[in-house]
């Protein structure tokens, strides 16, 4: 069982900048396919940016070249810098793990969730 907690959401500027949080807990790491994930109401949910095991990143088009998806191991901490902020990035930021083969932007094979941390992005 992996727990997983988010934080680090809120209110930005356009062009701001904010950076999430994602500690997790479980008795092992190695294996896991963990990434950020969000959703506006009415949409489904968009993967944003995930890193597995062997460090080995996939980040959507949508945000490449503005955020940047990283772990640290030693904390038990997923991140998620996001710079250069726009409205349309304003969506609850989930932060997901498996354990399977492979490491992609499609939520189905994912089978743990965080809560989820607002991101509100003002014009």
């Known amino acids: 069982q992996v727990q997983l907690v988010e934080s680090g959401g809120g209110s930005a500027q356009a062009g701001g900048s904010l950076r999430l949080s994602c500690v997790w807990s479980t008795y092992t790491y190695s294996g896991y396919c963990m990434g950020w994930f969000r959703q506006v109401p009415g949409k489904e949910r968009e993967g944003v940016a995930v890193?597995?095991?062997?460090?080995?990143?996939t980040v959507a088009d949508s945000v490449k070249g503005r955020f940047a998806i990283s772990k640290d191991t030693a904390k038990n901490t997923l991140y998620l810098q996001m710079n250069s902020l726009k409205p349309e990035d304003t969506a609850m930021y989930y932060c997901?793990?498996?354990?399977?083969?492979?490491?992609?932007?499609?939520?189905?094979?994912?089978?743990?969730w965080g809560q989820g941390t607002q991101v509100t992005v003002s014009s």
């Open positions: 890193v597995d095991h062997d460090d080995t990143t």
């Open positions: 997901a793990a498996h354990s399977h083969w492979g490491c992609d932007l499609g939520d189905a094979a994912y089978d743990y």
